[in-house]
Structures are given as C-alpha cells and as structure tokens.
C-alpha cells in the first residue's frame, strides 16, 4: 500500500506546479563528477550513487533491524544456556574435576548462569529492562570466564570483549528509548553517554576479527580477505563509513560463519561439533552488534559525525 504523487502535466491543461517546465520527473541518474577527468572524484560520484540505492532498497528492512540485531546478539547465551542443560552432568564434571568446584558449588553456578542467561535475554529481546539484562549478561560473561578458566586463553578473550561490545550496542539502542537510566551522573548528558557508549560498542566489536586474523594457517585468500577485513574494522572503529563499512563486515561474517563454523556438518558425537557450534553462536552475537550499528548509527564520536560539522 503506497501513495504516489503525480507530477505529469496534467492533458486538460489545467494548474501545474511547474509552468516553467524546471523540474524533473524522471529518476535520477546518480551524482557527477565536479571534475570528470579526476578519478577521485569519480570514485566518490560512484560511491555516493551506490549508498544512495542501497538506502532506497533496503528501506523496507529498517524498522526491523534493532529487533534482529537483538535477537542475534543473545544467540549465543540462549544456545550456551541450553547446552548447560542439555550437558549438565558434563558440565558438573567438568567443574568439580578441572576446576575443583565444591559439590552444591558447583551446581549453584550452573543454575545461576543458566537463570541469568534466559531472563537477560528476555530482557534484551523485549526491550523490558534492557540496561539490566545487559548488566546480567555482562556479569555472565565475567564469570565464566573466571569459572571455566578461560580469561588467559586469547582466543576466548578477544571473542568476548565483541560480544561485549554487541551488549554495549544493545545497552545504547536503548538508551534512545529510555531517557533516564543513568540519573546519578549528572556530569553527563544523555548525548555524551550514548556517544561514548557507542564508541566503545564499535572498538570491541572488532576484536573478532582480530582473533581471526591471529589463529589459524595463512594463504592468499586468507591474507586477501584480512587486509580487506582489517580496513572495513578500522572504519568502523573511527567511525568513518561506519554505516556501510559495518554491513560489509556483516555480509563477510555471516558468509564466514556458515561455511568454517558449520558444526552443523559435524557428527554429533564429535567433540569439536560443540566448539564450532559455540564459535557459531558468538559470530552470530557480534553480527548482531554491528547490525544495531547499521540502524543507529556511529554517534557523535566519529569521522562520520565531524564530517557534518566541517
């Protein structure tokens, strides 16, 4: 359902709102260059038309982009909450054995972080309490880090400091809906939190990436696809392009994430299935960080923002 305004001169010969015949009726043909013979200009000419078509295009998906980005970003704590379940023997083993967790210990850390992970992401899916969902998650994070011995394991590490980015995202987003979650800090006004939350959101969400480029055997498409990986994560750290450069590395990760973390080609009795299954799942979370990224914006801390200014 649409409306349509007709600016075709009317054959009766009636009022029209251009008599001089000035304006244009049909669709634009893109920008152009200012100097054409200068490939620069050229370049941002193009560059502009493309940003300008994929606004246009993907109008329709704006209004449900905080709802997916959301979703995605808990992924991973819903699919870790269900595996604690589903392995709680395991996982009761695992603790009292390797981490030498008294008995009844090492089952009230389970049934915290198993609590903690399903209401923090009812909290973030619905956008009721939101800011303490994401305080619920973050302390998950902490503390499995902690429990599982994991905080030295620099894979881990890096992966987590961009879930926490994605959560600083969502804690932002709903910051544009919530005018006063932080009324003990009169220092700060609503517009400087949300630029500085929205900074460090950007900065964390690229350490995926980095932890990709650390692991794993080198080739040429590998050194191809990290140099172009590694350009799109610095715009998106200094906010230049943030928009554009974000959902490139979201197509890249999503593309990424469904051919080398394919847990789902795994048979179910082998044990890395569960480490790509978890590998999946926290791509999918920081996929969903840039996706709220996509919709908000870089904030006030960035290229993108001064560039306005000037």
């Not at 200068?38 to 000419?45: F, Q, S, T």
């Not at 906010?239 to 994430?257: D, E, I, Q, R, T």
Request: charged share 15%; net charge positive; hydrophobic share 45%.
């Amino acid at each position: 359902m649409s409306a349509r305004i007709n600016i075709a001169r009317s054959a009766s010969g009636g009022y029209t709102p251009d008599p001089h015949g000035f304006g244009n009726s049909r669709p634009s043909a893109g920008y152009r260059a200012a100097n054409p013979d200068d490939p620069v200009e050229k370049l941002r000419a193009f560059a502009r038309t493309v940003e300008d078509n994929v606004e246009i295009y993907t109008q329709p998906l704006k209004p449900h982009l905080p709802a997916i980005g959301r979703f995605l970003i808990v992924g991973t704590f819903l699919e870790d909450s269900w595996r604690i379940i589903t392995q709680w023997s395991d996982q009761l083993w695992y603790l009292q054995r390797h981490r030498h967790f008294p008995w009844g210990i090492s089952h009230f850390f389970l049934i915290l972080n198993v609590i903690t992970m399903l209401v923090g992401s009812g909290a973030v899916i619905t956008k009721r309490y939101s800011e303490f969902g994401v305080g619920g998650l973050l302390g998950v994070v902490i503390i499995q880090a902690f429990g599982y011995g994991l905080i030295f394991d620099l894979n881990f590490f890096l992966r987590n400091l961009s879930v926490i980015g994605g959560l600083l995202m969502v804690f932002t987003d709903s910051m544009y809906t919530r005018k006063k979650i932080f009324a003990g800090l009169p220092t700060l006004s609503e517009n400087d939190r949300k630029k500085y939350f929205l900074l460090a959101g950007r900065i964390l969400l690229i350490f995926l990436f980095i932890g990709f480029i650390l692991r794993g055997q080198w080739s040429i498409a590998r050194v191809f696809v990290s140099i172009i990986g590694l350009a799109a994560c610095i715009m998106v750290a200094v906010g230049f392009k943030a928009k554009w450069s974000a959902g490139f590395l979201v197509l890249m990760l999503s593309v990424f994430n469904v051919f080398i973390n394919n847990f789902w080609s795994i048979h179910s009795a082998h044990p890395q299935r569960d480490f790509l299954k978890y590998d999946f799942f926290q791509t999918l979370s920081i996929v969903g960080g840039l996706i709220l990224l996509v919709n908000m914006g870089p904030g006030g801390l960035s290229v993108d923002e001064k560039k306005k200014t000037y």
